[in-house]
């Protein structure tokens, strides 16, 4: 497996960052360039799900909650805005936020809760390098280099959390991976897989990076996988390699599993 990787690796143009991760004995499978943090894109919205949901747990609030949401908030590239929602639940704008990667849903949801508490909750659980300093869609604010970060080591130990289901109560930590598992974005991890594959992830991509990251529950080996690909020119090209190289980490680890090896 190892050996393929770093030839798919080598043969890009672009920069990758990977890892697999045994989320029950914590071990690192694999990982090359961890440490490096980068553009975070919609992958962000994986911490802000976990954040959210522990603020509405701290504040006994219900999930079933109407929200408000104003035609200004309205954003490209959301279901949200194209019903034309003024209102919404905090269940309805979470789900939105993660299946489709919603922008809409996820500016109302940091506006409710607040850029400081997002940041301070990714601190507390331990996330080092990931920063929220834009909202969805603010290109004004990205074109001044202000942008949202990321790390692999971060998304590894957010994913190990979201597994263990540690850092909310059950009925929250149930409903995060339930959440994850409805992406209806499949072009990255998925794109190559034949087997029906439980896959609790996230995708994220803007012009020059294209990541993804989740947990692989299979009947061999559950793993947690994340891939990142920076400096990216060809954005279709980037997806076509993260489904390559996902597809050389699944078929070792069951194969392995399975004693086809």
């Known amino acids: ?6 030839d798919m690796i080598q043969e890009t143009p672009y920069k990758v960052h990977l890892f697999v991760k045994n989320p029950k004995t914590e071990q690192f499978l694999y990982r090359y360039q961890m440490e490096e943090s980068f553009s975070s894109a919609s992958v962000i919205k994986v911490p802000i799900l976990l954040a959210v949901l522990a603020y509405i747990e701290k504040h006994s609030l219900s999930l079933h909650s109407s929200l408000s949401i104003s035609p200004d908030d309205w954003v490209d590239y959301s279901v949200v805005s194209e ?5 919404s639940t905090f269940y309805e704008l979470l789900v939105w936020m993660i299946i489709t990667s919603d922008n809409t849903a996820t500016n109302v949801l940091i506006d409710v809760v607040g850029m400081e508490y997002l940041n301070d909750y990714f601190r507390q659980i331990g996330l080092q390098e990931t920063l929220l300093q834009r909202k969805m869609m603010d290109v004004d604010r990205l074109a001044k280099g202000i942008d949202n970060f990321t790390s692999p080591r971060d998304m590894a130990h957010l994913f190990t959390r979201i597994y263990q289901q540690d ?3 059950s009925p929250y930590s149930e409903l ?4 994850l598992s409805r992406q209806r974005v499949s072009d990255g991890l998925k794109r190559y897989l034949v087997d029906d594959v439980k896959l609790a ?8 990076v294209n990541h993804d990251v989740g947990i692989v529950y299979s009947s061999a080996v559950d793993y947690i996988i994340g891939i ?3 400096n990216v020119t060809d954005n279709n090209q980037a997806r076509q390699l993260i489904g390559r190289l996902s597809k050389v980490v699944y078929a070792h680890l069951t194969e392995q599993k399975e004693g086809r090896l």
């Open 228 to 230: 990142f690909v920076t």
């Open 83 to 87: 019903q034309r929602l003024t209102q």
């Open 201 to 208: 992830h996230k995708t994220g991509g803007l012009e020059t």
């Open 1 to 6: 497996m190892e050996k393929m990787i770093q």
């Open 176 to 179: 995060a991976i339930d959440i």
């Open 167 to 169: 850092l909310v109560s």
